[in-house]
């Protein structure tokens, strides 16, 4: 699951007349760069949610192995977006990635599912935030010994996990965040991070692309 459904409020002026991750880097889009990383790993059915500027995407992506799960009304977060497009991913557990990132080094989602375990009802990749280019803020989370989630600490949520669905019918409200999960998974020990040995930036904001662009130089 691909969520492309975000306003890219921080992006603009970029994204008044163009939704976000149709935004080029270095020459490519970044849904294309996300897309590319997903077949890379094998996902399949690929999804991606829209919302806003949602027919731009939406005829970017046609005749493409690629179905889409529309919020034309309000959007729905990632939570929300991702319990909606449910019954176009089908069952079990579900890579879920954030197109306004770039990656170098090995391919993300290949990596996850290397790590991934039974035990495991999340395992979301981290960057240091020291390694975190463009990063704006503090860190997310630390790890204990065995690589269990902690709230808060130097490490960043770098926008790519694989995450069991099931518990999403447990939330009420119907536009909510990912973290609302994310807390009932880390209360139960069943929250896991892997941490990404290349390069990552943040592309949230014009001033980033061509950091991210320099990155995927080196």
């Known amino acids: ?121 999340a395992l979301l990749a981290l960057v240091p935030l020291d390694r975190a280019t463009a990063r704006q803020g503090a860190g997310d989370f630390s790890l204990d010994a065995d690589q269990r989630l902690i709230r808060r600490g130097d490490f960043v949520y770098a926008g790519a996990q694989i995450i069991r669905p099931d518990r999403l019918a447990e939330i009420a409200d119907t536009a909510f965040s990912l973290n609302r999960l994310w807390d009932l998974l880390i209360a139960e020990g069943r929250a896991f991070g892997m941490i990404h040995s290349g390069g990552w930036c943040d592309v949230g904001t014009p001033q980033a692309i061509p950091l991210a662009e320099a990155l995927l130089r080196e």
């Open 1 to 121: 699951m691909i969520f492309a459904a975000g306003l890219g409020t921080r992006m603009r002026p970029l994204t008044d007349l163009c939704p976000k991750p149709l935004i080029e880097v270095a020459g490519r889009s970044l849904l294309d760069r996300a897309l590319d990383l997903g077949r890379q790993a094998g996902a399949g059915p690929i999804v991606v949610n829209t919302h806003y500027l949602g027919a731009q995407i939406e005829r970017h992506l046609q005749g493409q192995d690629v179905a889409l799960s529309p919020e034309p009304g309000q959007i729905l977060e990632t939570g929300g977006g991702l319990r909606h497009a449910l019954p176009l991913l089908g069952d079990g557990p579900v890579m879920t990635l954030n197109p306004d990132v770039v990656w170098t080094g090995p391919n993300v989602l290949t990596a996850l599912a290397g790590a991934w375990r039974d035990d495991m009802d």
